[in-house]
């Protein structure tokens, strides 16, 4: 809740200035919902992919203060972050609500990125498996095929400056994707698990180079536009290299 549209916009428009056309990274960004039209006006025709921070399990109804799938779509978003902590920890929302968006919007044929992840208190007590068993477990029990995007994001990671030791996140990611293959009884490589929690341009590169790590949720740092542009640069070349 950073940004207003006039400023969703002029954000918007410098990011296509610094990474259209580069497709070497699949980059999307996930404004406030009012902000979305203006940022679309903004990217269309670039190579920069939108979407929203949430989105109901209905279609429509007497759900105040929701945003419909119906109207993302009409809006030409490509992803939905979906069990965000803020929206989990802050908002109340359970992990069966969770699973309802997330049905809806993966039956929708949008992207959903669903975020999962333990508290610092949990991590303490050695319980951070234990939590995202049961986040996956209820958030995917209803799909026939696994989410796009799981996004890990350590709670007490976020907006604090700390970061998960990168042994830590390559373990944490390893023990999604063995649980997604378990739930799925398949491969999940095509599934992307990503990275969130203070994600800056000084540490973009060694969580890139982990073969783990297929990405990350960027969060502060994507309210600058030089910021994001050189976190998705340096991801590439470390990448790459």
Known sequence: MHTTPASSRELARKLREGLDGFKAVD???????????????????????????????????????????????????????????????????????????????????????????????????????????????????ELDSPPAVVAYEPVWAIGTGKRAQVSDVEAVHRFIRTRLNEKFNTSTDDVRIVYGGSVKPANVAELAGCEEIDGALVGGASLDADSFCTIVTRAFERRSN
């Open 27 to 141: 980059v999307g960004v996930c404004p406030p919902a009012t902000s979305i039209p203006a940022v679309a006006d903004a990217l269309g025709g670039s190579s920069i992919a939108w979407g929203a921070q949430n989105a109901h399990w209905e279609e429509e109804g007497a759900f105040t203060g929701e945003v419909s799938v119906k109207a993302l779509k009409e809006l030409d978003c490509t992803y939905a972050i979906l069990g965000h902590s803020e929206r989990r920890h802050i908002f109340g929302e359970t992990d069966e609500m969770v699973a309802k968006r997330l049905a809806f919007v993966q039956k929708s044929g949008m992207i959903p990125i669903l975020c999962v992840g333990e508290t610092e208190a949990e991590r303490q007590a050695g319980e951070t498996e234990k939590v995202l068993e049961r986040q996956l477990d209820t958030a995917v029990d």
